[in-house]
């Protein structure tokens, strides 16, 4: 796996040397630490490599820290950000706290207060990795299904769908559980949900396997039987078929993006 990037922008060679040294000692090769002396040299590393750590002085000859931000943006690349500056500039620490950086530390810059900051600027680039990797686990398909439904008949069979997850079950244990007919049920929920019964069931199924991969240290044969798969070997299967790669895979993606 590449390394994570931390990038420090300060226009004062002595600053910008003291704290690229004092990160790289921290680091200890775990983060490549880069310096630039403006935001024009920073823009040029961004464009070679993702940057996942800022550290930008606010006041730079021709572009500021603040500006470099929002261009930043605008090309689409958000690392956490955290401002330096040599004065206690609170209008500049509004709009820092509009930009979303997570701290602003005032020149001469402790090496503690330095360090706490960046480990807790990690932290928060590790949180959004979550939120973006919890993302993945939403089939939309589901989603739009259960918009759809109006019936209470097919609300109460996706109430069961859901409570069921873990087990095997078949469109004829599910009638016979809301006392209605098989076929009725069956041609009720593809109206309603635009889906088959078993479509539904299996996208349901995945995208809790999705979570459970996401967020517990469960086998794949665990999570397979906590979906309702007897078989992993079948449940491997389904989950390349609709995922487009194997739930160990699936897993070491997320691990990958999250692990800074």
């Not at 630039?36 to 006041?59: C, S, V």
């Not at 109430?159 to 009638?175: A, C, G, V, W, Y």
Request: charged share 25%; proline share 3%; aromatic share 8%.
């Amino acid at each position: 796996m590449s390394l994570r990037t931390i990038l420090v922008v300060d226009d004062e060679p002595r600053t910008r040397e003291g704290l690229r040294r004092t990160l790289d000692m921290w680091a200890a090769g775990r983060y490549e630490v880069l310096a630039a002396a403006n935001a024009d040299e920073a823009l040029k590393i961004t464009r070679q490599k993702p940057i996942h750590l800022l550290i930008t002085d606010i006041r730079m000859p021709e572009m500021t820290g603040l500006e470099l931000i929002k261009h930043l943006r605008h090309l689409g690349s958000q690392p956490v950000t955290i401002i330096i500056s040599a004065y206690p500039e609170f209008q500049y620490a509004q709009e820092a706290i509009t930009l979303g950086v997570v701290n602003y530390l005032l020149k001469p810059i402790d090496r503690e207060e330095l360090l706490q900051a960046v480990e807790a600027a990690i932290d928060v680039w590790k949180e959004r990795q979550k939120t973006e990797a919890s993302k993945r686990v939403i089939d939309q398909h589901v989603i739009e299904a259960e918009e759809r439904v109006r019936s209470p008949l097919v609300k109460q069979a996706i109430q069961f769908i859901h409570e069921h997850l873990h087990q095997p079950f078949s469109l004829r244990e599910l009638s016979e559980f809301l006392h209605v007919n098989a076929s009725y049920l069956s041609t009720l929920f593809k109206e309603e949900t635009n889906l088959t019964f078993s479509e539904y069931v299996t996208r349901a199924r995945l995208q809790k396997a999705k979570s459970l991969l996401l967020t517990t240290n469960l086998t794949i044969v665990e999570v397979a039987e906590q979906v309702g798969y007897q078989t992993v070997k079948y449940f491997v299967k389904l989950f390349k078929e609709f995922e487009g790669m194997t739930p160990s895979q699936f897993r070491k993606e997320y691990l990958k993006k999250v692990d800074f």
